[in-house]
C-alpha cells in the first residue's frame, strides 16, 4: 500500500482489493512543492463485461473542500484536509451529449468520482488494457502552490 498523509491508497478491481506497484515519479518544474508523486498502473484485460477499477484512500472521510478538478484528457479529483491536498488524477475524458453519445471517442471507457477515491469504468466494448493512476500531494497548500498537485497527479505527464 501507498501511505499517504490522508490515509493508505488502496486499488480495489470489482470491490476486491488488489496488491500494487507504486512508482515514485520525480517532481519537475510543475510541481516543485509536492511531498509525494506516485503513479500506479493497473493492466486489467477486459472481457467483454462492465467492471470497475477503484484508487480509494483507505478510512477518508470526505470534506466540504473536495473537488473534482479536470483537464484535457485528465479526470482528477482533489482532496483537502488540515491543509493537506492530495490529488488522484486518471486519462480520461469522461461525459456525454444529451443523445447519449460519448464527448471523447478517444477513450473506451469511464471515469468515476467517489467521496474518497476515483475510478475507471470499464465497459462491455472497452479494449484498453492499462490504467494509470496518478497521485501527488502538498503537506502545506497555499494559493500560490495549489495547482501543484493537479499537474503532478496527471497521468498524461508522467
Known sequence: MLPTPLGDIIILIDNKAIS???????????????HGRYKIVIDFIPDGQE????????????????????????????FVKNNIKLSIGMEGDSGYFSDETRINNHYDYDNGYFNNGVSYQILKNTQTNKYVFGIAWIVDQRPDNEVQTWYGADPSIM
Do not use: W
Open 20 to 34: 500494487y506497484n507504486a512508482i515514485p515519479v520525480n517532481r519537475d518544474k510543475t510541481c516543485m512543492d509536492i
Open 51 to 78: 467492471h470497475q477499477i477503484k484508487c480509494l484512500i483507505d478510512g477518508y472521510e470526505n470534506t466540504d473542500d473536495d473537488f473534482v478538478e479536470t483537464g484535457e484528457n485528465l479526470e482528477l479529483k482533489s
